[in-house]
């Protein structure tokens, strides 16, 4: 069965940024599409960003363009998240996710494997 772990989540200022990684086991890494989602206590799970299979092709939510940056590494079997310029309303557990096939990438319907979770907090 596919395992993902993320890691790299902290407690950092507005303004500041984190790296977050999500490690993916198995032999078809190369085959999903990946995405991160975000939720905040009390609050409706909320897509980030997703990466194609090859990585040409990404996704963001309109909250997070120009500040975020997704990115793998299929020879690591990893995917990465760059969060800069970060803000309050950023706060939240951050979720790893991988789709065997995407019909719609920004859907956490269209995702078959999911991370337990990496908490990002954003405060002075």
């Known amino acids: 069965q596919v395992q993902l772990v993320e890691s790299g989540g902290g407690l950092v200022q507005p303004g500041g940024s984190l790296t977050l990684s999500c490690a993916v086991s198995?032999?078809?890494?190369?085959?999903?599409?990946m995405g991160w989602f975000r939720q905040a206590p009390g609050k409706e799970r909320e897509f980030v960003t997703g990466?194609?299979?090859?990585?040409?092709?990404?996704y963001y939510a309109d909250s997070v363009k120009g500040r975020f940056t997704i990115s793998r590494d299929n020879a690591k079997n990893t995917v990465y998240l760059q969060l800069n310029g970060l803000k309050p309303e950023d706060t939240g557990i951050y979720l790893c996710?991988?789709?065997?096939?995407?019909?719609?990438?920004?859907?956490?319907?269209?995702?078959?494997?999911w991370g337990q979770g990496t908490q990002v907090t954003v405060s002075s």
């Open positions: 996710a991988a789709a065997r096939s995407t019909y719609r990438a920004t859907l956490a319907a269209s995702y078959n494997y």
């Open positions: 198995g032999r078809t890494f190369s085959t999903y599409t």
């Open positions: 990466i194609s299979a090859s990585g040409s092709v990404t």
